[in-house]
């Protein structure tokens, strides 16, 4: 079965500095994965997506996410962090089997905290 | 337009009140889903509509009916609701299914009270 684990439930950064979430993936086929982010009391936006069509995916808001097949991660960076980056974010894959094709298995998300 | 609307924004009910939870989307999307969603957890899946026919039903409880009128729209009927099914309500919409076309796109969601 596939499943994501995103490592840490909280993560703290300045204003400035390098945003990096983690989320690791298990899947036994090419697996497509997604970035959702959240703001509090909205809905789910998507930063970014890989498909298989390059490993170095360019997300919305400066957000991009690596495909690393030999660890299974799609970790999600930002080099420099604004106040406005303060958010719930959600590592997803899509499940590819059966009756289930299509559904998201999400990860338990990171919050992210961002310091003046 | 690449939107997904959510009505009402926020609603409050007693246990004994029905109530609907719409979903509308306009982009041309053959898939639409129902999520909950608690306090700091992730979206739990509810429902999957494809091609306006039910193909997903994670073992909801009865209390809560879906409905899906047409390909834009989505309905979530909700009877005799209690205290712990109080979250947000998430809708979502796809293009399909189908591997390279799953994006899912959400609304705002409904944020319901049972009171």
């Known amino acids: 079965a596939q499943s994501v684990t995103q490592l840490g439930s909280h993560v703290s950064v300045s204003e400035g500095a390098l945003v990096l979430l983690r989320c690791n993936y298990s899947?036994?086929?090419?697996?497509?994965l997604f970035w959702y982010v959240q703001y509090p009391n909205q809905g789910l936006q998507l930063l970014l997506k890989?498909?298989?069509?390059?490993?170095l995916v360019k997300g919305i808001n400066g957000f991009e996410a690596e495909f690393k097949k030999s660890e299974t991660s799609f970790h999600l960076t930002k080099p420099s962090a604004h106040m406005s980056d303060a958010a719930e974010y959600f590592c997803?894959?899509?499940?590819?089997?059966?009756?289930?094709?299509?559904?998201?298995?999400f990860g338990k998300g990171t919050k992210l905290s961002v310091k003046p | 337009d690449t939107e997904v609307t959510q009505t009402p924004k926020h609603l409050v009910m007693g246990m004994t009140n029905k109530k609907s939870l719409k979903c509308e989307q306009h982009?041309?999307?053959?898939?639409m889903y129902w999520y909950k969603q608690k306090a700091k957890k992730p979206p739990e899946l509810m429902f999957v509509?494809?091609?306006?026919?039910?193909?997903i039903n994670e073992s909801v409880p009865s209390r809560f009916s879906p409905e899906c009128p047409n390909s834009s729209l989505l309905n979530l009927h909700l009877h005799a609701l209690q205290p712990e099914d109080s979250a947000l309500y998430l809708c979502?919409?796809?293009?399909?299914?189908?591997?390279?076309?799953?994006?899912?796109?959400f609304g705002p969601g409904t944020r319901l009270t049972v009171l």
């Open positions: 979502a919409s796809s293009q399909s299914r189908a591997g390279n076309y799953n994006e899912q796109f």
């Open positions: 899947s036994s086929v090419p697996p497509y």
């Open positions: 890989y498909t298989s069509a390059a490993t």
């Open positions: 997803a894959v899509s499940d590819n089997y059966g009756g289930s094709q299509g559904n998201l298995i």
């Open positions: 982009m041309g999307h053959r898939a």
């Open positions: 509509y494809s091609y306006e026919k039910l193909s």
